[in-house]
């Protein structure tokens, strides 16, 4: 019921605000790649279950992070949202968006919050 609840609300919003759906996207913390609403890929993003970073030459195009347990941090979600985000097109001409997030409840921090606006 909350999730048909939300679903509802979220379709229901861009009806009364006016969204491109080239700024509108939607991230949880086990996706790794990210598809906007008009199509558009963006860059996938992945977490490494470990401490440091590879020293091996990676994939061009992917953006990597690392963390002990393989999962989004804050910290991560604060360089997915710097990175991949907020470089995505348009970002910079079109100032309304909308980015729906998962349970995450790293995502409810007040830094979280100040960076996603």
Known sequence: KKFIAFQQYLIGL??????????????????????????????????LKRKTMLKDQLPT????????QGWIST?????WLNIIWNRRPG???????MLALGTFKGYLTSAMKNIVG
Do not use: W
């Not at 991230?27 to 977490?47: C, H, R």
């Not at 910290?75 to 360089?79: A, E």
């Not at 970002?91 to 968006?97: A, D, E, T, W």
């Open 14 to 47: 861009p009806k009364g605000h006016v969204y491109l759906m080239s700024q509108m996207g939607n991230v949880d913390e086990t996706a790794a790649s990210f598809v906007l609403a008009d199509g558009i890929k963006l860059p996938p993003y992945v977490i």
């Open 61 to 68: 195009g992917i953006i990597v992070g690392c963390q002990n």
């Open 75 to 79: 910290d991560l979600m604060k360089d």
């Open 91 to 97: 970002v910079l001409v079109h100032k309304r968006r």
